[in-house]
Structure formats: C-alpha cells, structure tokens
C-alpha cells in the first residue's frame, strides 16, 4: 500500500481536522475579545468532503482523525459526521478536541459510537479564574462535561495552557485531577496563534520550568515511556490513577518523530502547525479530480513538509508574522 512518507523519513499517519473556525470560548490565547471574523459556510468544507478526503487518506495509511476547531459541537449534526468517520476501513481511532461547553448532552452518543478518546480544554479551576481566562461563565458546564465523560468511561485527557500571571500558579492543582481520576493532564506551553499579530506569548513557562515545578511539588515523579510520535513527554506521580504530560508546543522539541498533517476549516491543508497552509484541497475537492488525481497530489504535498517547525515558520511566505487563531487551525 502506498503510505504517506515525508522527506525526512517520516510516515504520516494522523489526521487532525478543524470543522469549524466558530468557537463559544474566547480564550485570550487563542482569540481576540471581539473574537475572528467567521468566515461564511460556503467556505467550510462540508461533511461529505471531510468523509470523502478522510477516506482518500486513509488509503494512503492514515489511521487516526482527530476533529477539532473552532468548537466541534458548534457544527450541526457533529455526531452524525463522527459516526461516518468511524466506519472508513483503515481508520483505527477517532478522537475530539473540545472545550466542554455543549459536549455534555452528546456524551451517550459518543460512547454508543465508540468514541476513541476526547481532549478537554480546562485552563482553570477556579470559576472566577476560567471566567477570566475564557470570557466566559462556563465553569460548571465544562467540570460537568468532564465528570460524565469518566463516568462514561471515555478516554480523556486535559489540556492546560500554562501562562504566567493567568494560571500557572494552578499547575500544581491541576496536577492533582489525576491524583484519584485515571486521565491525563497534559500541560501546553503557549503559542502565538491568538489570532493577532502582536502575540503575548512570553515564553514564561516554558516545558523545563513546568516540569520543575512539577518535581518540586511531587519529588517522587518519574518519567513514563512514551510513543516518540506523542508531543507530549508523560509523568507519573505514584499512586495517582492518572497521569502528566508536558506539550512544548512552543519549543519544539517533538518535531523529529512528527506523524500529523492537518486541514484547516477553510479546507487548507498544513504540514505543520507553524506553516501557513501548504495546500489548497477545498478547490481540488469541488473540481472534476478523481480522487486518484488528489492522493498524487497529497502524496507530493507531504513532501513539502519541513524538517521542524522553526524551519516551517521561517518559511512563511505571505504572513511572515503569525496571525492566524488556533480556532480556525483546529490546534
Ligand atoms: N474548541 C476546542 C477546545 O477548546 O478544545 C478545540 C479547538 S482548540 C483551538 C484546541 C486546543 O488548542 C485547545 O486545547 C487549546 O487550549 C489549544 N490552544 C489554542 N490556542 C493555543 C495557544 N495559543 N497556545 C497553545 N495552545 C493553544
């Protein structure tokens, strides 16, 4: 079977999909207060594409999807899309990256289709904190969201953007959710995709300062092996059920064993996160090309691939500084 191998030796095999660049959060970090300017539905690709282009990839040996926005559940009939994306053959897991907000209604659904695991954005847990942090009064939805989610037994996993003077003093509390929980805590150094171009990403807490503060609060944690594919490196505090990981989103220091590819809302595909979108698919999806002629051009598209992200961002050719919200990049 003909895979997906970039130029450094590298399989591709994961998907991860934004379908929506519409959020109900407006997370600093990730937006402006006044939030993006949503882009008209016509722009996004539709369900039928996503399928079609997910089954094109998973003939060239991609495995897993992860859908992602924007907020996931902000799209109609989501599940619906979830439960085609399940039945692709080659396909081995689907997971969702979702702030919480409107997932708790949908978490029977996701379990009677076999969700494979579900990333839940959680940057606090003071209420009036995640208020701050999010511009929003969703506390209680999102820590409801999560309770049923263990007690559907679903895969999850926390993400926390560890910022200075927002909630990095929360780290250690945030730590302690996987103290009697089996779910891991994955703390994420922050990037400067909030959707401007005058980023406050300082690199404050950076993956060393995290881990140090980690080790001086749990002396006893030790480092568990992981796939090197994980851009997470993973803790373990003994006698927690669950466990930790450090995401140096902004160092980079996972580039070497990348196996992802990405496709924005708007139906671009990136190579990496710090690209500014490498190919045009929507187009390619609404001409005449058979999906023959679109697997050729994605398997010479991953060949543009870059070594890391630093090269990656350096590349930029139009927007040399980056400007674009992980909303509409999916993360
Ligand atoms: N709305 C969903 C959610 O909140 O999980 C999915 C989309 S969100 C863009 C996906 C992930 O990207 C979230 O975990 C979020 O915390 C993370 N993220 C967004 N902006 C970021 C940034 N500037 N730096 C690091 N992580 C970021």
Not at 32 to 43: H, N, Q, S, T
Not at 245 to 267: D, E, K, M, Q, V
Request: aromatic fraction near 6%.
């Amino acid at each position: 079977m003909t895979s997906l191998v970039d130029p450094w030796d590298r399989t591709i095999d994961y998907l991860r999909i934004a379908v929506t660049d519409r959020c109900n959060l407006r997370c600093f970090y990730c937006m402006p207060a006044e939030g993006i300017d949503y882009l008209p539905k016509k722009e996004l690709l539709t369900y039928e594409e996503i399928i079609r282009l997910s089954t094109v990839f998973a003939s060239l040996g991609v495995r897993k999807l992860r859908l992602t926005g924007g907020e996931p559940f902000l799209r109609r009939d989501f599940i619906a899309l979830l439960r085609e994306l399940k039945k692709i053959p080659g396909i081995d897991a689907v997971h969702i990256t979702t702030n919480g907000v409107l997932t708790y209604p949908y978490l029977e659904e996701l379990n009677a289709i076999g969700i494979d695991g579900v990333n839940l954005s959680l940057d606090s847990l003071d209420k009036q904190n995640f208020h701050q942090i999010t511009r929003r009064d969703e506390f209680d939805t999102v820590m409801k969201t999560l309770d049923g989610l263990l007690d559907y037994g679903i895969s999850t996993k926390i993400n926390m953007v560890v910022m200075q003077d927002k909630n990095a003093h929360e780290v250690i509390e945030m730590a302690k959710l996987a103290r009697e929980r089996k779910i891991s805590v994955r703390f994420i150094e922050e990037m400067p995709f909030n959707g401007s171009d005058n980023s406050t990403s300082k690199q404050n807490w950076s993956h060393i300062k995290i881990l140090e503060e980690l080790k001086a609060n749990f002396p006893s944690i030790t480092k568990l092996d992981s796939h090197p594919s994980n851009p997470a490196t993973l803790y373990q505090i003994p006698g927690h059920h669950g466990n930790l990981g450090i995401i140096p989103a902004y160092s980079r220091t996972f580039c070497g064993a990348c196996n992802r590819i990405r496709l924005t809302a708007t139906g671009t595909i990136k190579n990496c996160l710090y690209d500014e979108g490498v190919l045009d698919v929507k187009s390619l999806l609404r001409s005449t090309k058979s999906d023959e002629q679109i697997r050729d051009i994605l398997i010479s598209t991953v060949q543009k691939k870059e070594k890391d992200g630093f090269v990656a961002e350096k590349n930029r050719m139009v927007d040399k500084n980056i400007t674009e919200s992980m909303s509409t990049i999916g993360g």
